[in-house]
């Protein structure tokens, strides 16, 4: 039997609880998911993609279900290369989704063979963003620790105290 693969791309700088409640619908639906760690073209990363990728291996590491995996270039060879025939995309508010339409039709033209499919995150989650973590951390780390997991806080609390 064929797997249903799912490629959930980002640049994850960090990822937060909103991606991961994403993750894990999303095993309800696909085989396997292949978390891409995008090197974040045109971001200024506050995380190497090394830590980036390594954040989220450690969140996963007891489900066989996830790879992680980083990449350069067009998202539609990367879901090539690991078999994934859609591309998860998270539609959090009524704004994401001009850019998501407009990326899903990209990504159809570049590939026709790769279809998107969005979730909605917990609306817990809907109104954060990595920026917005990141943001919060350097005021207060209190404020973060329902927000992101606690390998992620800590690597936080250490990045930015260091700064
Ligand atoms: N919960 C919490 N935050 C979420 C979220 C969720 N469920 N979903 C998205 N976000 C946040 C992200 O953390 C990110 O925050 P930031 O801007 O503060 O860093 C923000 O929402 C935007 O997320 P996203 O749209 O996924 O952007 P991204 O930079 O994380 O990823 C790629 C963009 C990598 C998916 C996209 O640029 C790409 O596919 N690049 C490859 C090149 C390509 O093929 N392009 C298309 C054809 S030209």
Do not use: W
């Not at 249903?4 to 639906?29: E, W």
């Not at 995008?38 to 989220?56: E, P, V």
């Amino acid at each position: 039997m064929n797997k249903k693969i799912a490629i959930y791309p980002g640049t994850f700088d960090p990822i937060t609880n909103g991606h991961i409640d994403m993750i894990k619908r999303a095993l309800d639906l696909f085989d396997e998911i292949v978390i891409g760690v995008s090197t974040g073209l045109g971001k200024k990363t506050l995380f190497d993609l090394t830590d980036r990728k390594q954040m989220i291996e450690k969140v996963f590491e007891n489900n066989a279900s996830v790879k992680v995996v980083s990449f350069d270039g067009l998202l539609v060879d990367t879901a090539n290369k690991y078999k994934a025939s859609i591309v998860l995309r998270g539609l959090r508010t009524v704004s994401d989704f001009e850019y998501e339409y407009n990326m899903a039709n990209i990504n159809k033209i570049l590939d026709k063979s790769v279809q998107t499919v969005f979730l909605t995150p917990n609306e817990k989650f809907s109104c954060i963003s990595s920026t917005m973590i990141k943001a919060m951390a350097v005021h207060d780390y209190s404020k973060i620790s329902g927000f992101v997991p606690k390998n992620v806080y800590e690597a936080l609390c250490t990045k930015i105290g260091n700064k």
